[in-house]
């Protein structure tokens, strides 16, 4: 009997590797409540590439740091141990896709591009709203993590031009799912869930699309939801006319306005173009910031 399409998904996330021996160390060291920074800097020694990335992240400008962090203590406690073991994660899913990042170099480049500015779209969005952008740093980081799960599981269907390089709206989700019975916002959730992440970033990756449909992290959802469509037109500036944002959000989320004040967000267009604005002026920031996770 031939395999459907969803059982092959299925089978690829069930076999997808577990988290290396360095990261689930730390996640289990951090979760103790008597961790000390000596226990976190120990295990992040056991991994030289942690290590040096940990080290850039701290002094990126993303952290603002006046002076520059020189140990890897230093940077445990600047960044945090949450921030510390967000990094290790987000570097463990980068490197999990590395052979996919080689075969398909260009459009792989070019995802991470998107979903770093993505990230710090999502970060300086809820710095705004008062949401933790740390969360929603990582949040718009992974958002569409699921779509190379669909690109390793079906390498010769998976159309890199169709999926890859355009923002996703109802009518290309509708077609996902009538083509791979999956959508790459809920594969991706799946795939996190496996990695036994945090309940908010799992839901807000899972619904980012579909915000309404869940009871929890609706906040967090929105946020990554229109960080995702400022990014890709952040990166796209030529299917813009003037640079004016404000007509394709309306466009595409006709509502957002009206769904965000119900959750007590403030959303005016004058905040959207802000945003947008800023994001121009530091998408580069995104560039810098996966060059730190790929040392």
Known sequence: ????????IKQHIDSFPVLPVTVTRLM???????CSVKDVVET??????LCLTVLKIANSVLFGRPQKVDSVKMAVVILGFNEVQRIALTKALINSFSKLA???KPFVDRFWEHSFVCGIAARVIAQDLNITPDIAFMGGLIH???KLIMLETF????????????????ETLHEELQFFSFTHDILGGQLLKKWFLPENLITAVAYHHRPAETTREKGLARVIQLADILSFYCCNQGLLEDDDILPVIHTILPDVQSDWHVLGLP????????????????????????DHFSA
């Not at 289990?28 to 008597?34: C, G, K, L, R």
């Not at 269907?157 to 999926?163: G, K």
């Open 1 to 8: 009997m031939k395999t459907t399409r969803s059982e092959l």
């Open 28 to 34: 289990n060291v951090t979760s103790d409540p008597e």
């Open 44 to 49: 992040i020694h056991s991994d030289p590439s």
């Open 102 to 104: 080689q075969k398909h």
């Open 144 to 146: 569409d993590i699921g």
């Open 155 to 170: 390498a010769d269907d998976y159309d890199l031009e169709r999926w890859m390089t355009k923002v996703s709206n109802e």
């Open 267 to 290: 959303l005016e267009d004058d905040a959207i173009t802000g945003w947008f604005n800023w994001l121009l002026n530091n998408h580069e920031q995104g560039s810098n910031l996966k």
